[in-house]
């Protein structure tokens, strides 16, 4: 007689088998990280942030890059990257940020499910990225990226 299997796959192609002994097996097909927001490097002098942008409305975890291209001058300068949402109540909170950054180079952080954070992403709510710079630098100049999925 030949064995019977039962399978159930869902629309992200995750698969759940159960074959006639009982026994259940899992093919879980990972999902494919989407490009939500990028910019060119810009120069900034000043704290701000980004306008309002939509989560993805399946985003679970996101991750965000900073590549730092410039930083001199002026009074020790630093700058902090984050990346924020707005809560239930319209108000923004920060998910997770940078260290502070004095020096050229990269910098990443991620946040959602299973990450260290233990932030929790709105799918389909708003996000932003928010800069702090510190002291008074002559030029400051970085742009930032988020993938989320």
């Not at 097996?25 to 939500?36: G, R, W």
């Not at 233990?118 to 928010?130: C, E, T």
Request: glycine share 8%; aromatic share 6%.
């Amino acid at each position: 007689m030949p064995e019977m299997r039962v399978a159930i796959e869902d629309s992200q192609g995750d698969i759940l088998q159960m074959d006639s002994s009982g026994r259940i097996t899992a093919n879980s097909v990972a999902q494919i990280s989407t490009d939500m927001y990028t910019e060119a490097t810009t120069s900034r002098l000043v704290t701000s942030n980004t306008t309002t942008q939509q989560w993805l409305q399946n985003a679970a975890t996101c991750w965000v890059t900073v590549n730092l291209t410039a930083i001199s001058g002026g009074t020790t300068p630093t700058v902090v990257v984050s990346l924020q949402q707005m809560d239930g109540n319209s108000n923004w909170q920060t998910l997770a940020s940078t260290a502070a950054l004095s020096a050229v180079g990269l910098a990443h952080f991620s946040v959602g499910a299973g990450m260290t954070t233990g932030a929790m992403l709105r799918a389909g709510g708003q996000y932003r990225i928010s800069w702090v710079i510190t002291g008074t630098p002559a030029v400051c100049s970085f742009q930032t990226s988020l993938a989320g999925r």
